[in-house]
């Protein structure tokens, strides 16, 4: 059976300073975000960011792909604490790059940015999280990312 898609939610994250290491023996330059907060919503979740709850460590490969790697606690709207790990890539012309690397607006469409979440959450209304696979979206933005994601049926 071919799998489906189902918009289950959407996470608005907030990011406050971005931090880099630099550039690694390895030619990868390193990095830490962390979160400052956000909104859930969509049909299947709905809530917020834990504020200071975590943050994307990211990695600048010498190619120009990012490669994040990011974990941080979400708070449904019944009280419910989730944690999300989130991991995935993005890549885009030498050009968009440039744009994003300086903070200016970028349109999601000039730009590969895909994620697969994976999450932990108490037994009970949330722990369909924990045992559903996730792909997802996003859109970078200057100070907030928009990740958007869907279960994979």
Do not use: C
């Amino acid at each position: 059976m071919d799998p489906s898609l189902e918009f289950v939610f959407q996470i608005a994250v907030r990011f406050a300073s971005r931090n880099h290491v630099g550039v690694l023996p390895s030619g990868i330059r390193r990095g830490y975000t962390p979160t400052s907060g956000g909104e859930i919503t969509g049909p299947r979740l709905q809530g917020r960011v834990v504020p200071d709850s975590g943050g994307d460590y990211a990695s600048w490969w010498p190619n120009g792909v990012v490669e994040f790697n990011a974990q941080y606690m979400l708070e449904a709207a019944d009280g419910t604490l989730i944690v999300i790990k989130n991991r995935g890539f993005r890549h885009a012309p030498p050009d968009v790059l440039r744009r994003m690397e300086a903070l200016e607006p970028v349109d999601p469409k000039e730009y590969y940015m895909r994620v697969a979440p994976t999450f932990e959450a108490p037994v009970g209304r949330h722990d369909w999280l924990t045992r559903t696979v996730f792909v997802g979206s996003a859109d970078r933005r200057a100070d907030h990312s928009i990740f958007r994601y869907f279960a994979v049926l």
